[in-house]
């Protein structure tokens, strides 16, 4: 790889992101929209200026990884715990709703398949795609708006972990079903294994940061040791029990949220997060996406796709938390704020390619899907808690 044309991307990325994401917020929407649409702008769709090269791809997982891990930081246990029950059964729906619709939206497309058949499992796929969902852009602009730490806030992020721990397990379960040396079992057991081990092994860890957070506070010793926890977790999530890095670096950020000095941790980490790897990542997105070779039926689909893959997680996700408790447009929040699709959903997709349960052609409408719902999230949550503070003012 040319070193030089890697400094030449980075300053085309770190530019335009920065001045599209100050033009977002002139146009009073959320700063990652901007970084979104600059990638979209440099990327191979428009001006060609920026490819997504092994290394963007890993500066963009690191962002996605210390973004998850500063969210857990911010998170409140307590409203955590509180909000625990009620968010596994948002996330429930936020799956179940989605798989159903994506598979009914594919056989209405090209015929019902009797079961056991090829064309079944790419039915089911599709909806298994549409189960993932991406929280750190509703992370970023629930943290932009001052509403990260409420209950609702909470209550959202919460229930986004569950739902990709329960998409990867239907995942699992799909493949399984369509390659019987697959075996769904292990994924149950790790998933179960992991969360056993951040129990014991993060309250050991809790107690020796502690201890060091007492003895030298406000050092930056404490800000290292919490980023080497953080990429430790998502490392051992991933490779020791088959879990999404992104939901180790939360547990991580969960671990030491009760902490002393858990603010100037994520202050200090928000410094890297924001110059460097935040815009890279956000931007990523709009590089990933390319417009050529697409037929007007891809683009039918695509659009079609799209619109069931919104919707499902707003009715899904939106009905079970009223249901829960939730009343008025709290409810249409918590949908909203569930419908953002990201790198998991990515994830998934090529996982299905590498299977065999769908072609490279749906590429399209899964990158369609996260960059509609990338841009109209941020845009749509702020709208509704605008208006919610306009009228208490």
């Known amino acids: 790889m040319d070193v030089l044309s890697v400094f030449k991307d980075l300053a085309i990325i770190m530019l335009f992101a920065k001045l599209f994401g100050l033009l977002a917020r002139k146009l ?11 990638g979209l702008l440099i990327g191979p769709s428009v001006l060609g200026w920026v490819q997504l090269n092994d290394f963007l791809h890993v500066c963009a997982q690191i962002g996605v990884v210390i973004l998850m891990f500063s969210a857990g930081l911010g998170t409140n246990l ?21 798989l159903a619709g994506g598979a009914l939206l594919y056989d209405c497309f ?11 499992f790419t039915a089911v796929f599709i909806g298994v795609i549409m189960t993932a969902t991406s929280v750190s852009i509703t992370v970023e602009t629930l943290r932009e708006l001052g509403k990260l730490k409420t209950e609702l806030g909470t209550t959202i992020l919460s229930a986004a972990i569950i739902d990709d721990v329960i998409g990867i397990l239907v995942l699992t379960f799909v493949i399984g079903f369509k390659n019987p040396e697959s075996n769904p079992l292990h994924v149950v057991l790790g998933t179960v294994g992991f969360f056993a081990f951040a129990l014991v ?12 957070d007492q003895r030298y506070p406000h050092t930056h010793r404490i800000p290292i040791l919490a980023l080497v926890l953080c990429f430790g977790f998502s490392y051992i999530a991933e490779q020791w029990f088959g879990i999404a890095d992104i939901t180790g670096a939360y547990v991580a950020g969960i671990i030491l949220c009760s902490l002393r000095d858990s603010t100037y941790i994520e202050e200090k980490l928000d410094i890297n997060s924001y110059m460097i790897f935040g815009p890279i990542f956000f931007a990523s997105i709009g590089l990933k996406t390319n417009l050529e070779g697409v037929t007007w039926d891809l683009v039918l689909f695509s659009v079609a796709f799209v619109l069931v893959a ?11 938390s009223r249901l829960c408790g939730f009343r008025g447009k709290d409810t249409l929040k918590i949908g909203v704020g569930m419908m953002t699709r990201g790198e998991v959903a990515l994830i998934v997709a090529q996982r299905g390619l590498s299977e065999g349960l769908i072609g490279s052609s749906y590429f399209t409408a899964v990158i ?11 845009i749509i949550l702020k709208l509704l808690f605008g208006k919610e503070q306009s009228a208490s003012v």
Request: aromatic content about 10%; charged content about 15%; overall charge positive.
């Open 28 to 38: 009073r929407a959320p700063q990652v929209v901007g970084e979104i649409l600059a």
């Open 78 to 98: 307590r409203d955590l715990l509180r909000t625990g029950p009620k968010a596994f059964a948002i996330a429930c729906a936020g799956v179940a709703v989605p």
């Open 110 to 120: 090209y015929g019902f398949a009797p079961w056991g058949s090829e064309k079944f």
């Open 201 to 212: 092994v993060g309250f050991l860890i809790y107690k020796v940061f502690r201890l060091i």
């Open 310 to 320: 919104l919707s499902s997680k707003i009715v899904g996700c939106g009905a079970m």
């Open 368 to 378: 369609l899907l996260i960059i509609i719902s990338s841009i109209a999230t941020p």
